[in-house]
């Protein structure tokens, strides 16, 4: 990611681009609601499983449906459009109608449409398996949560100098030249607190893809325990530090500090904008800062002499739910639940930020050839590693003491050596697997000859 050095007319043009384009988003997806609303009079739904059309008392989400011409002119064994693409074949009149948005680069708005397809995309394959990497229905968005936009063509680099259809050439800070034979593909800008910033796709079809290793030639493997005192634990007794950049002393109280000036300041006011920006800043920093450590302990990992690299199948989103609540029969007030202290673990749990270091363990060890195996996190930090005991209370917060065997050792390291077992068998059944279909093929050969 490269930092910007845009003039004032490029900052003020990049600024109204990112508005329209939220407000066409909107638009967007609210004209696909609009027209499941109208679908459902007439029964035209998909099943979220088959992906089929289906009765509606099955389905509550149609997966195509928008204003639009729905079919295309030429004859085609499926001449229907898709809903993204009937709203990008609207682009053209959106242009007639709203002069203001030919301004804007056409493959600026067609990956705006797709935008809204991927996320249509991502929700249809979590309801098909609630287990999958998945994301809820879309959303509407608003100023912060929709800071950015797509070129795919057309973008030119020389030197310190980027050109960018309609915005022109741009100055920007080099700090990692791209080598020479690749070929750029897309770009991103994205508004931060501190300016803008544009990241590179780029490709060079000369350069062989990543082999993955396969499970059956995973001989070493390395179990990682994540947690909040330490950060992983490793299976070979090696721990690696948690800074704590949000949660730490100092942060707490620069962070209080900053909130409480927004809060005595005017609403609307300039002086209020002012410290928002610091805060947005501080915000920013700390996240730059667990970003690079996190690069740092992902490579650290990876670069084990192993094979493949076990890690726990945790849900964070759960891990954070807020208590049950918990109310007095006789009088029907609401009693202490505990979410109180649960406030603070959920911070905690935030601040360490596990899936984000899980994915870019994912994406290193892809480029080394190692495998990831993701394993069930359930009674690892209870079973003992000598006796296979599985208890509760044999954990006593830091300490691990068997009630059976009286085994003791440290209990996050414990369960780092546990989830590499689990890890162990997964890889033995998956070689299991590769040889049962040779012995169910010579029972069935066998079961043909002696039928007559």
Not at 236 to 264: A, G, S
Not at 307 to 334: H, W, Y
Request: with cysteine; net charge positive.
């Amino acid at each position: 990611m490269y930092k910007l050095r845009p003039n004032i007319a490029q900052q003020l043009k990049m600024s109204n681009w990112v508005d329209m384009l939220r407000s066409h988003y909107n638009w967007c997806l609210n004209d696909r609601l609009t027209q499941y609303a109208q679908q459902y009079i007439q029964g035209d739904y998909c099943d979220i499983r088959t992906k089929a059309e289906a009765c509606p008392i099955t389905c509550f989400v149609s997966k195509n449906g928008a204003t639009g011409e729905a079919w295309k002119d030429s004859q085609q064994k499926n001449p229907r459009r898709s809903a993204g693409d009937i709203q990008i074949t609207a682009l053209p009149e959106l242009k007639k109608a709203r002069p203001w948005y030919a301004e804007i680069d056409s493959t600026v708005l067609q990956q705006n449409v797709k935008r809204l397809d991927i996320a249509y995309k991502n929700f249809f394959v979590r309801a098909a398996c609630p287990k999958s990497i998945g994301r809820g229905f879309p959303k509407f968005k608003n100023r912060s949560n929709f800071t950015s936009f797509t070129y795919v063509m057309g973008v030119k680099v020389q030197g310190d100098k980027i050109y960018l259809p309609k915005l022109g050439w741009m100055r920007f800070f080099n700090s990692r030249p791209i080598p020479t034979g690749f070929t750029i593909k897309a770009c991103t800008l994205r508004k931060r607190q501190d300016g803008w910033y544009v990241s590179i796709r780029i490709e060079d079809k000369t350069v062989p893809d990543y082999v993955v290793k396969p499970l059956t030639e995973v001989k070493k493997i390395i179990g990682c325990d994540f947690g909040i005192t330490k950060l992983v634990h490793l299976s070979d007794n090696y721990q690696i530090e948690n800074p704590k950049f949000l949660t730490n002393k100092k942060t707490k109280r620069i962070l209080k500090v900053r909130q409480r000036r927004v809060n005595q300041k005017v609403k609307s006011s300039a002086n209020r904008k002012k410290a928002t920006i610091k805060v947005g800043k501080l915000h920013k920093i700390i996240a730059d800062k667990r970003q690079a450590y996190q690069w740092y302990v992902a490579n650290k990992i990876v670069s084990k002499n192993v094979d493949a690299i076990a890690v726990e199948d945790l849900n964070v989103s759960a891990m954070k739910r807020r208590c049950k609540p918990k109310v007095d029969e006789q009088t029907g007030r609401f009693l202490k639940n505990g979410q109180s202290r649960k406030k603070g673990l959920n911070r905690s749990i935030s601040d360490a930020s596990w899936s984000d270091l899980i994915l870019k363990i994912e994406y290193l060890a892809a480029k080394s050839g190692k495998v990831v195996i993701k394993v069930n996190p359930k009674h690892t930090s209870q079973k003992c590693q000598n006796c296979g005991h599985i208890d509760k209370s044999n954990r006593d917060r830091e300490k691990f003491i068997c009630i059976s065997c009286g085994w003791m050792h440290h209990a996050d390291i414990n369960a780092a050596k546990n989830i590499r077992d689990k890890a162990f068998s997964i890889v033995r059944e998956d070689f299991s697997e590769l040889k049962r279909p040779k012995q169910r093929c010579g029972d069935i050969t066998a079961l043909y000859e002696q039928t007559p």
